[in-house]
């Protein structure tokens, strides 16, 4: 079984400049995660996608990140304008839904990092 | 808010020792707890679960028990090898929830 997929691996840009990240999840996996890891931190939950739909963005900084999931399957991240802090592992993760269905499966992450 | 502490490191072991990662947690209500293992150059992978008090989750010679009354959930190995060298995550999500709050992040090396 394909794991998550997620491009690019990494990823150099300068401040203010914009990104995007990709993100395919497991097949018939309904749930998505994005999360951002900051170095010698744990992963952060940004966002959660069931199918096509919005659960939880309330840590999504929504002034400059943005996400989306069409016809829910793959999912693209988007950050504009960059800001330095933003430098971080972006990992996606997907999940079946309902009973014991919910472990969370993780991509190999983006690392970004802003100059 | 939910949140988890663990065990800060970096810890270094000799092959064969034994191996103890704290965790304490702090939630409301009966949260499932989690260890997620992060080997070098790969991704997240669950390592261990327990979805209620007493509840002993067990992979790969690794064990952690959910223990209420001390709101803990330590990850214990009786001999480490090389190749469990990796950065280990304690983490909860909430009881009517799926959403995942990790603690910092334990970094174990093992040397032969």
């Known amino acids: 079984e394909a794991g998550v997929a997620q491009s690019p691996r990494y990823k150099i840009i300068e401040k203010r400049q914009s990104v995007a990240f990709w993100c395919n999840p497991i097949?018939?996996?309904?749930?998505l995660y994005w999360y951002q890891q900051i170095l010698g931190q744990g992963p952060k939950l940004l966002i959660q996608?069931?199918?096509?739909?919005?659960?939880?963005d309330s840590q999504l900084p929504k002034d400059r990140f943005s996400a989306e999931r069409l016809k829910g399957v793959d999912s693209t991240l988007k950050i504009q304008p960059a800001k330095l802090e933003d430098s971080a592992v972006y990992l996606c993760?997907?999940?079946?839904?309902?009973?014991?269905?919910?472990?969370?499966?993780f991509g190999p992450g983006t690392r970004l990092t802003v100059l | 808010g939910d949140s988890v502490t663990q065990m800060e490191g970096p810890v270094t072991l000799s092959e064969e020792a034994c191996l103890t990662i704290?965790?304490?947690?702090?939630?409301?209500?009966?949260?499932?707890l989690f260890w997620y293992v992060q080997y070098p150059g790969e991704g997240l992978q669950l390592l261990l679960k327990?979805?209620?008090?007493?509840d002993k989750g067990s992979n790969k010679g690794f064990e952690a028990t959910y223990r209420k009354e001390t709101t803990s959930f330590h990850l214990e190995k009786g001999s480490v090898q090389v190749s469990d060298s990796a950065v280990y995550f304690c983490?909860?999500?909430?009881?009517?929830?799926?959403?995942?709050?990790f603690g910092a992040g334990t970094t174990v090396t093992v040397r032969a």
């Open positions: 993760a997907s999940s079946q839904t309902g009973g014991e269905g919910y472990e969370q499966f």
């Open positions: 983490a909860l999500s909430p009881s009517n929830d799926y959403k995942l709050s």
């Open positions: 996608f069931q199918n096509n739909g919005v659960v939880d």
């Open positions: 327990a979805t209620k008090a007493d």
């Open positions: 097949s018939g996996h309904a749930t």
């Open positions: 704290n965790c304490t947690y702090t939630a409301t209500g009966y949260p499932s």
